[in-house]
């Protein structure tokens, strides 16, 4: 078979369907940069790989520290032009990251996406360094009005389609899973705060910023999101609500090389998938109703669950802040029950 060459813009996803399918290779892998932050004005002060901080922990690979200097530097296009791939693959769930905008004495803007990346380096060494004097403010993504959106998208499409034919070009419409599969193979929905502002966020923007998209590139090839997928909580990556089980990427990839070969059967895929899927999320759903009647999804199993950024200790209580988990620990339980019902 021959060799494909893929370039990413987009969410774990998008990459992660990839991993053991030897007939592709990747040319860029460009993460963490919402479209408004890509498609923002440059500014005199620039970034190197070298400028960046040797202690901001998990982040201070290259790979990391190279999506930061795209970002900051407005240079996501130049790096995709100097090694693209044949096709590209996107989505544009970054965008659900919140903005940060430094204004400089001089009066040059510079808008950046909020990433955990980001922040980590910011706080080791750019906020005494590149960024020192500017004043800092923040940007909800849905406070952001739709013609700046729809502007940043129009932009952003113009400068795909100078590197790929529409027809290379695959928006996959990745969204965030409520469930996920915990550890004893059950059912459990999302629920920390942190878990919850994403996907809340997502429902929210994403599906009027793929409308977007589409209407600017409309001969693009459209992976669609089987319902019912699911999360994994042993995720590689960690439990978040786009770290999805084998089946969903096993979907994306058959898409992926049903488009590659020139084949049109992308819906006679994803109902084949939606079946395995749907087997899949009941199956999950009635081990969760086996534990919980045999007691093996006992309280203190649910507090000593980790999600996102919130540890919670034996009490239920969140290891520094000292906060009753009430909310959560309603929402789960209730979860639960309801699937009984069912």
């Known amino acids: 078979m021959e060799e494909k060459r893929i370039s990413v813009i987009g969410s774990c996803p998008c990459r992660d369907l990839f991993e053991g399918a030897d007939e592709f290779t990747f040319h860029t892998d460009i993460r963490f940069v919402s ?11 620039k970034i190197s790989i070298d400028d960046l901080s040797k202690k901001a922990g998990i982040f ?16 996501v296009f130049q790096s995709l032009a100097e090694r693209h791939g044949d096709y590209l693959v996107i989505d544009l769930a970054e965008s659900r990251l919140p903005l940060v905008d430094f204004e400089f004495e001089d009066g040059q ?6 990433s955990t990346c980001f922040k980590n380096h910011y706080l080791a060494n750019l906020q005494n360094s590149k960024l020192k004097g500017a004043k800092i403010s923040f940007r ?28 290379k070009i695959i928006l996959i419409e990745n969204m965030p899973t409520n469930y996920y599969v915990d550890n004893a193979g059950g059912l459990r929905p999302y629920v920390t705060s942190f878990h919850r502002s994403n996907i809340d966020i997502c ?65 006679n895929i994803l109902q084949k998938h939606q079946t ?26 649910y507090l000593e669950v980790i999600n ?10 969140r290891k520094k802040a000292g906060i009753l988990f009430a909310v959560d620990k309603k929402h789960f339980f209730k979860n639960l029950k309801k699937l009984k019902k069912q």
């Open 35 to 45: 479209v408004i932050s890509m498609m923002s004005n440059s500014v005199s002060t």
């Open 203 to 267: 429902e929210l923007l994403l599906p009027k910023l793929y409308k977007m998209f589409k209407e600017e590139c409309p001969k693009c090839k459209v992976i669609k999101m089987p319902q019912n997928s699911l999360g994994l909580q042993k995720h590689k990556w960690g439990n978040h609500p786009f770290h999805f089980t084998n089946s969903y990427y096993a979907y994306l990839l058959e898409c992926v090389r049903s488009i590659t070969l020139s084949n049109d059967n992308l819906e």
């Open 140 to 167: 909800n993504p849905i406070d952001i009005p739709n013609e700046q959106w729809k502007d940043s998208i129009k932009r952003m499409v113009i400068e795909i389609k100078k590197l790929f034919d529409e027809d």
């Open 276 to 301: 395995i899927i749907d087997k899949e999320y009941n199956e999950a759903k009635l081990q969760s109703i086996k534990n919980f009647d045999s007691h093996k999804t006992a309280e203190i199993d």
């Open 109 to 114: 803007k510079l808008t950046l996406t909020y």
């Open 308 to 317: 996102g950024e919130e540890t919670l200790n034996g009490l239920g209580r």
């Open 60 to 75: 201070n690979g290259n790979w990391y520290k190279k999506n930061l200097v795209n970002d900051f530097n407005k240079s």
